[in-house]
């Protein structure tokens, strides 16, 4: 083997071998980086699942009746006659009104209301 | 001359040579045949590391999925004590001790150990973590651990229970479940670097399987309901303790279980045994005149009575044997649904003379008293009932109004229950399935009917007029709900206190369900030792009351 074929095989191998360890340098790279982002990852998934405690303690029963179902407190729970079922509209849907999903559900009608029996809720809302 | 000399020094340092590469050789032999393993294993141990995951305990939901007992990840923190100079002590115990609330006699006393790792706290909160690592402390370190946390503080505490701080169920649901809420550690194998920072090399790993759901009957709203409302009774006439229990009739599904007094899960170190006994299950008592819907159903049942019949109550006393039984007001002559109306011990005495003690001894049986619900909630006890073979000649006038006889709350709704329910016995439970991560049902429980035919329809329709009657018109108006028809029976029974019934000191119970003509909730209530008002119409039918009308409402609600 000539000289200057020995050097091109070995130019060769040497260059494949450095292209081969960059290649495995960018891989541990990116494995460190990735592990870098899962580590962030974990942290905002704890700081999350903080946060969910504290929500959760907020929004328990026992927390909102503290604070709502005092000894003096005129709130109480919604009986059947308190609760008035509306049929979702474009309206009501549109803008949360429920005066005037009620006019738009109920058009006025001086028969039907002398017929009609209307519940204690529907009443105090005429009111 | 001269060259002897040379050429003995050349000898000399030569043999020297000879005989340290002749150790070396000696030593390398010696350590690859007969040191390798030890000396691989050594290397190994500090480079490779195999690390346990923890799994995920399971989240436990209300009926409605709103999560009451979760698993959130919280930092511990450790100190390497031989890896620390004095001064870093002195730095730890200077600003650590404010922050985590120990003594600084109580950080030094872990850090004068000699060792590598001790822990300093365990599972911190986020802030405490977060102000710990700010201060860059040397010598200190986190280990991320999942810790339980229970939002509801108290609420349902007697159902729940609660995990120890590495995450084994002690008590309640927790206990009960244990193994399907810890679910199964899995384990890595990691390399690390001489300075113990982890290299991505070589890891390999069995990931850890996070422990399965419950989703509970339990209504986190109803359960409030009914805590609350104890609570205030309880202090209102000075009660020992109280509990309380709220069952869908249909299912079995127990929609609350509350007991007074209570404890915080959050902080249950702090309390003592007695608040932490789930009065429903585990205590038994002799429950009074509720277990006269016993005599009543068996006299109906065995056709030996009719809800007309006129029964003379003795004008309020009676002797049988050598016992003279009294009412707690006099009466003359009742009819048959007066006697229950109005409870009166005599005249349910008579009753249960004339249909033999054998016949109420089976009812009780039928009613499943003496044996345990199956309930799934740890410590369930089954009560005790005499073989009317051993009855004294007194027993027949003690039995049938729930003397000489010994339930548990829960064995008493049942029996309430299966009146409302036309005489069939549906097993109460509180888990109704328990579910994967995906949310896949794994397995469902409920509905189950331990007996059929406890009675007849037809007499439990005409048990169930009478226990209306109770409430319309007898000792258990305050158990009334407007705009609908109540049923339930009032017992006021005396303690025995050594050996002996005590004059004063008396268990309180009403048991009843509503709506009577189609009922939808049963529910129990019973104050332990209340004063100075004791009776059972008095202390515990407005607790009935006010829950079941506002659970009603809720449910009417939102289903």
Redesign the interface.
């Given at each position: 083997m000539s000289l200057a074929r020995f050097m091109k095989y070995t130019l060769s191998a040497t260059f494949l071998i450095l292209v081969y360890i960059h290649l495995q340098m960018q891989i541990?790279d990116l494995?460190?980086q990735g592990?870098r982002k899962e580590a962030q990852i974990?942290d905002l998934?704890?700081?999350n699942?903080?946060a969910?405690?504290a929500i959760?303690?907020l929004k328990?029963?026992?927390h909102l009746?503290e604070k709502l179902?005092s000894e003096n407190s005129k709130m109480?729970?919604?009986?059947?006659n308190d609760?008035i079922y509306v049929a979702a509209n474009g309206d009501m849907t549109s803008n949360g009104d429920l005066e005037q999903a009620l006019s738009t559900q109920r058009k006025p009608n001086i028969l039907a209301n002398l017929l009609s029996f209307a519940t204690q809720a529907e009443a105090r809302n005429k009111e | 001359m001269e060259s002897r000399r040379h050429v003995l020094r050349f000898s000399l340092v030569f043999l020297i040579l000879i005989t340290c590469l002749g150790i070396f050789v000696v030593k390398l032999v010696w350590m690859q045949t007969f040191r390798s393993d030890y000396l691989t294993h050594l290397a190994a141990k500090q480079h490779r590391h195999l690390v346990e995951l923890e799994p995920l305990r399971g989240t436990i939901y209300d009926r409605k999925m709103r999560?009451?007992a979760?698993n959130?990840?919280?930092y511990s923190l450790f100190a390497s004590p031989k890896m620390m100079s004095e001064t870093d002590k002195q730095a730890v115990l200077d600003r650590l001790s404010g922050i985590l609330g120990l003594t600084p006699e109580a950080i030094a006393a872990d850090l004068d150990k000699d060792k590598y790792f001790v822990w300093i706290k365990r599972k911190l909160p986020?802030e405490t973590f977060e102000k710990i690592q700010q201060l860059k402390l040397k010598g200190l370190g986190f280990r991320?651990e999942s810790k339980r946390?229970y939002?509801?503080?108290?609420?349902a505490a007697h159902v729940l229970g609660f995990a120890d701080i590495d995450n084994n169920g002690l008590e309640g649901l927790e206990l009960y479940y244990n193994k399907e809420l810890k679910g199964k550690p899995g384990w890595m194998r990691v390399m690390r670097d001489a300075r113990q920072t982890?290299l991505?090399l070589d890891n390999n790993f069995v990931p850890a399987r996070d422990g399965l759901n419950l989703v509970l009957t339990i209504d986190?709203?109803i359960?409030?309901?009914a805590?609350?409302a104890l609570a205030q009774a309880r202090q209102k006439y000075n009660a020992k303790a109280a509990m309380i229990i709220v069952m869908d009739v249909r299912t079995g599904a127990i929609l609350a279980l509350a007991n007074q007094p209570t404890y915080d899960l959050e902080h249950y170190a702090d309390s003592g045994a007695e608040s932490r006994t789930n009065r429903a299950v585990s205590y038994v008592y002799e429950p009074g005149s509720v277990f006269k819907v016993v005599t009543a159903a068996a006299a109906l049942q065995e056709k030996k009575f009719t809800e007309s019949d006129r029964i003379f109550c003795e004008n309020g006393k009676y002797k049988i044997a050598t016992n003279i039984l009294t009412d707690h007001h006099p009466h003359g002559i009742l009819s048959f649904t007066e006697v229950f109306s109005v409870s009166s011990n005599i005249g349910v005495a008579k009753i249960a003379q004339k249909i033999g003690g054998a016949a109420i001894y089976q009812y009780a049986k039928k009613f499943r008293f003496t044996m345990p619900t199956g309930i799934d909630l740890k410590g369930e006890v089954k009560g005790w009932l005499k073989d009317p073979s051993r009855w004294s000649k007194t027993s027949i006038g003690a039995v049938p109004i729930g003397y000489e006889v010994t339930v548990t709350p829960l064995q008493l709704l049942g029996m309430m229950a299966t009146v409302a329910n036309n005489g069939t016995y549906v097993q109460p439970f509180v888990v109704r399935y328990i579910q994967d991560k995906q949310g896949h049902v794994v397995k469902s429980f409920g509905g189950k009917v331990l007996a059929e035919h406890v009675i007849e329809e037809e007499t439990a329709q005409r048990v169930k007029e009478i226990l209306v009657n109770v409430v319309e018109y007898g000792t258990a108006q305050k158990a009334q709900i407007k705009g609908m028809r109540v049923a339930g029976k009032t017992g006021t029974a005396r303690k025995v206190i050594g050996g002996a019934y005590s004059e004063g000191k008396y268990y309180s119970t009403f048991a009843g369900f509503a709506p009577a003509d189609d009922p939808r909730l049963a529910a129990i209530v019973i104050m332990d030792e209340p004063h100075p008002s004791y009776f059972g119409g008095t202390v515990c039918a407005p607790v009935f009351k006010e829950v079941i009308e506002?659970a009603l409402?809720?449910l009417?609600?939102s289903g």
């Open positions: 541990v494995a460190y592990q974990a998934v704890d700081k699942g903080s969910f405690y959760s303690k328990s029963a026992n009746g179902l109480q729970f919604a009986g059947a609760i | 999560p009451i979760f959130v990840s919280v986020q991320k946390f939002p509801g503080a108290t609420l982890e991505l986190e709203t359960q409030y309901i805590e609350r506002n409402k809720y009417a609600s």
